[in-house]
C-alpha cells in the first residue's frame, strides 16, 4: 500500500504505566492520544485482552481505535498486536505515537515503516508486527550521551521543554483530519512544515 491512501485505524501511544512515569518523557506517546480522547470526550478503559487501556474515537466519520499498552515499553508490541490481529487492523493502518529522542522538543514528525533507533517500544513493535506501521516521532531532545539516555527519558521534562513538547502534539493533533481521510502526503506535508 503507497503511504499516499493510508487509512489509520488505530493510533497507539508508546509509554509506561503507571503514576511514577506519567510526566515523564517517555511518555510522550500516552500524552498525545490522551489528547485524542481528551478533545473528542472519550474514556480509555482497561482491556485484559489487549494488556492495555482502549477507546474508539470517530474522526470526520471514521472510527479510530486509541490503545495505550499497560505492559511496559519494552513490551508494547504485544499489546498492539493483541488489539490488531483481534479487529483485523494491517500493520500498515497502525500509527504508532513515540518520543523521538534525535530531534529538538517543540518537533512532531510523521514517518512511515523503518527501524527502531534504539527505541525498545519500537524494536518489540517490530518484532511483533513487522517495520511497515506509520509513526509519530515526539522531539524530547536528547542529553548529549547515550549513557544518559535511561535516565534521562524516565525522568520529567523542564517547563521549558515541556511547553515545547506539548506545542509539537497540538501541531500533530491538526493533521488527525488529513490522517484520518488517509491523506497521508498532505498530513505530512502540513506538519513538517510547521
Known amino acids: 500500500m503507497s503511504a499516499k491512501n493510508v487509512n489509520i485505524e488505530l493510533i497507539v501511544g508508546l509509554g509506561n504505566p503507571g503514576s511514577k512515569y506519567e510526566q515523564t518523557r517517555h511518555n510522550a506517546g500516552f500524552w498525545f492520544v490522551d489528547e485524542i480522547a481528551r478533545q473528542q470526550g472519550a474514556q480509555f478503559r482497561s482491556e485484559s485482552k489487549f494488556s492495555g487501556d482502549v477507546c474508539k474515537v470517530n474522526l470526520d466519520g471514521r472510527d479510530i481505535w486509541l490503545l495505550k499498552p499497560t505492559t511496559f515499553m519494552n513490551r508494547s508490541g504485544l499489546a498492539i498486536k493483541q488489539l490488531a490481529s483481534f479487529y483485523k487492523i494491517p500493520v500498515e493502518n497502525i500509527l504508532v505515537a513515540h518520543d523521538e ?23 518489540d513493535t517490530i518484532a511483533q508486527m513487522g517495520k511497515e506501521f506509520h509513526r509519530l516521532r515526539i ?8 549513557d544518559q539516555v535511561s535516565d534521562y527519558v524516565l525522568h520529567r521534562a523542564s517547563q521549558d521543554e515541556q511547553i515545547s513538547i506539548d506545542n509539537s502534539i497540538n501541531d500533530a493533533l491538526k493533521v488527525l483530519p488529513l490522517l484520518a481521510e488517509g491523506s497521508w502526503e498532505k498530513a505530512v506535508h502540513q506538519l513538517h512544515s510547521k
Do not use: T, Y
Not at 101 to 123: C, F, I, W
Open 101 to 123: 529522542l534525535d530531534l529538538e522538543p517543540g518537533v512532531a514528525k510523521l514517518k512511515s515503516a523503518g527501524g527502531h533507533g534504539g527505541h525498545n517500544g519500537l524494536r
Open 139 to 146: 522531539a524530547i531532545g536528547h542529553p548529549g550521551h547515550r
